[in-house]
């Protein structure tokens, strides 16, 4: 069965500040994965995603992500952190092109200036 | 882009009344429609999934006979809480598959908020 990790509940970085939010999966075979992104009240969107070919991938907002097969990784990254990415990350893993989706426990981001 | 749009985006009932909640893909057909449930705090878990003309398949531990859903055309999806209680509040959030794009990811409606009273 499918099951996602994300072992950072909390992390606050600065304004202006690197970012890099872990998730480890677990799943048989190749998978799919997600980065979605909630702000409070809302539902969610999505940052970016990884099906097949290039390792890192580019999403909206600046954000990016890198799959690594060895460490069954795909941790989420931006270079330089915005107030306004403040929001809970959500990393899932998919049994196929739009399947349901295993979510992790999500990470919440707050930024301080 | 693709657009799903949940509807109420809250609701307050009394315990032991039903509530239907919508879910409309507005610009695609989805053959394939997921519910999801997310408690204050915690993530997503799946409750259903629904497709198009025929049952939906429940994830172990939901009740069935409690939350019905009922897909009955290829633009729209409905969740009915049934004999709704206090520890059915929650933050019920729908999605679904874009039928033509086979690599298209889940697209998510804004969410409902339900509290029962």
């Known amino acids: 069965a499918q099951s996602v990790t994300q072992p950072d509940i909390h992390i606050t970085v600065s304004e202006g500040a690197s970012l890099e939010l872990r998730c480890n999966y677990s799943?048989?075979?190749?998978?799919?994965l997600f980065w979605y992104v909630q702000s409070p009240g809302q539902g969610l969107q999505l940052l970016l995603k990884y099906f097949s070919g290039d390792t890192l991938v580019q999403g909206i907002k600046g954000f990016e992500a890198e799959f690594k097969r060895s460490q069954s990784s795909f941790n989420l990254r931006k270079p330089s952190v915005h107030w306004s990415d403040a929001a809970e990350y959500f990393c899932a893993v998919g049994a196929g092109r739009g399947n349901k989706l295993v979510f992790g426990a999500g990470t919440i981001l707050r930024v301080k200036s | 882009g693709a657009v799903v749009s949940q509807h109420p985006s809250w609701v307050i009932c009394k315990s032991g009344t039903s509530v239907k909640i919508e879910c409309r893909s507005l610009d695609f057909q989805a053959t394939t429609m997921f519910w999801y449930r997310q408690f204050p705090k915690q993530s997503l878990m799946l409750m259903a999934t629904?497709?198009?003309?025929?049952?939906?398949?429940?994830e172990q531990g939901v009740e069935k006979d409690k939350f019905l859903i009922n897909h009955a055309s290829l633009t729209l999806s409905t969740l009915t809480v049934t004999s709704a209680h206090p520890e059915d509040s929650s933050f019920y959030i729908c999605s679904a598959r874009v039928r033509q794009l086979d690599d298209s990811p889940l697209h998510f409606g804004n969410g409902t908020r339900l509290t029962v009273t």
């Open positions: 629904s497709n198009e003309g025929s049952k939906a398949t429940y």
């Open positions: 799943y048989g075979a190749t998978p799919y």
